[in-house]
């Protein structure tokens, strides 16, 4: 702990808001195991590509991988009858703007990953098939207890790197890298 940090004291365990494509694809196949939806495919959609994505994908529950480097994700999205919801964590608007073409009819993109660039769709895209657009905060106050409470439900736990406090400096530098695989929280 810092000077004049007050709040917390050693030991206490601290609630960490951890949203992101890891989350939101155990999540949404928790959802499906949670209301009994054994015909809910959640595909797991890689920007990075590769093996180990791909092993991270099906160990949270995907049940199709699709590596954009490889695979037109919006084609294969339609190939499985297209997606009702696509949860948009990449902080990319052009990768956004490549999966719209993968929502079925009535489908939404819920948009998460935040970037400053505009998305790409032209008025045809959203209407042929009555599609949509919608972007949420992730991280708010009623929103991180609803999660914490659906994942006390369905058992999902975050996955996470961790460090000893006296690594911060470490950690700090793998976050900002980009090589963290998933959050970083240090250990008091």
């Given at each position: ?137 992730a991280g708010t106050p009623a929103g ?45």
């Open positions: 702990m810092g000077g004049g940090v007050s709040e917390w004291k050693k030991d206490q365990r601290v609630g960490v808001g951890w949203h992101g494509g890891h989350d939101g694809t155990c999540l949404s196949c928790r959802r499906g195991d949670f209301r009994n939806c054994s015909n809910m495919k959640v595909p797991g959609v890689s920007y990075d590509g590769g093996y180990q994505q791909y092993m991270i994908a099906r160990k949270l529950g995907a049940s199709v991988y699709i590596d954009t480097k490889s695979t037109n994700a919006a084609a294969a999205l339609q190939e499985l009858g297209g997606a009702q919801v696509i949860l948009a964590t990449a902080p990319s608007s052009k990768a956004m703007s490549e999966l719209i073409d993968g929502l079925a009819a009535n489908g939404k993109l819920i948009v998460i990953g935040v970037a400053f660039d505009p998305i790409e769709v032209t008025p045809l895209q959203l209407i042929v098939g009555t599609k949509s657009i919608q972007g949420t905060a991180e207890e609803d999660t914490v409470n659906f994942a006390a439900l369905t058992g999902v736990r975050p996955m996470i790197e961790t460090y000893p406090l006296e690594k911060a400096g470490e950690a700090y530098a793998r976050m900002m890298s980009g090589k963290a695989q998933f959050r970083v929280v240090l250990k008091m």
